[in-house]
């Protein structure tokens, strides 16, 4: 099994997710590209502790075109790889005040 840090990236921190998060205790986090849906689902459970995934949705996202005005080069941001994590049991504690 691969270590359960080098799944989970980082938390995705936005309006929208924390408006997910209290609706419908579903967490985002950018993931390893390679990283597959059961392969999420056991290394959240084992980074938190008590909690239970019920179900975990992934998707990719293409990195933009930018275009930089001084020199007119064009490249293209990173693309990376999301999961929607749905629990059924416990919670996640972001940020601890």
Known sequence: MKDPHDVIIRPVVSEKTYQQNEANNTYTFVVAPKASKPEIALAIEAIFDGVKVAKVNTLNR??????????????????????????????????TT
């Open 62 to 95: 293409k990195g933009k075109r930018v275009r930089n005005r001084k020199t007119n080069t064009k490249s293209t941001r990173s693309t990376t790889k999301r999961a929607i994590v749905t629990l059924s049991e416990g919670e996640i504690e972001l940020f």
